[in-house]
């Protein structure tokens, strides 16, 4: 007597395979690269809605809003780069302003990074590369501004010697904390 479809299904033997996603980055795994407009539709794709209000930006809903997140931004004294993997391509964005008009120069730094990427330690290569980038120019001081339920952002920076300021730096509609580190 044959067996039902659904019943040869549940007999078959597939292999389990982890997503490629699940591999370990390696410190030569990714790369900061600067974003250009034939990038839209991959921004698109990456940056969520969530994303976007983490980075208390408009949300990127079409290919136009991708290219005005490239192009709204980009030169100094601000300047935004891909995180682009070897294997994945571009996984997410880093970004900094700089602030070189006093004695000591600093920089506002941000970061995303694409869900099916994210708590898979690609964020701390790409912000190990940023501060490397940012001491070769000089920067003594870096700030980044995080919402309070962020706690993944919040533990990232303190992984890197960030401290919080006490006091939130933005209370409504959401409480933002700022964080600090000296180089």
């Known amino acids: 007597m044959p067996f039902s479809p659904?019943?040869?299904?549940?007999?078959?033997?597939?292999?389990?395979?982890?997503?490629?996603?699940?591999?370990i980055p390696q410190p030569n795994s990714i790369q900061l690269a600067p974003i250009h407009l034939k990038h839209a539709p991959i921004i698109l794709k990456r940056i969520s809605k969530d994303i976007c209000q983490a980075l208390n930006c408009s949300p990127i809903s079409?290919?136009?809003?991708?290219?005005?997140?490239?192009?709204?931004?980009?030169?100094k004294p601000h300047t935004r780069q891909g995180v682009f993997h070897h294997e994945f391509g571009?996984?997410?964005?880093?970004?900094?302003?700089?602030?070189?008009?006093?004695?000591?120069?600093?920089?506002?730094?941000?970061?995303?990074?694409?869900?099916?990427?994210?708590r898979k330690g690609f964020a701390s290569l790409a912000i190990e590369q940023l501060i490397h980038q940012l001491k070769k120019q000089g920067i003594t001081q870096l700030y980044a501004d995080v919402f309070d339920n962020n706690y993944a952002s919040q533990n990232l920076l303190h992984s890197f010697g960030f401290k919080r300021q006490e006091k939130p730096v933005h209370l409504e509609p959401r409480m933002i904390f700022r964080f600090e580190r000296r180089m």
Not at 16 to 22: E, G
Not at 95 to 114: K, N, V
């Open 6 to 23: 659904l019943k040869q299904f549940n007999n078959h033997n597939v292999k389990k395979q982890t997503a490629k996603t699940d591999v």
């Open 90 to 118: 571009l996984i997410g964005c880093v970004g900094y302003y700089l602030h070189t008009d006093q004695r000591q120069p600093h920089a506002f730094i941000y970061y995303w990074i694409s869900a099916p990427y994210q």
């Open 62 to 75: 079409s290919i136009e809003s991708a290219q005005n997140y490239i192009l709204e931004n980009s030169g």
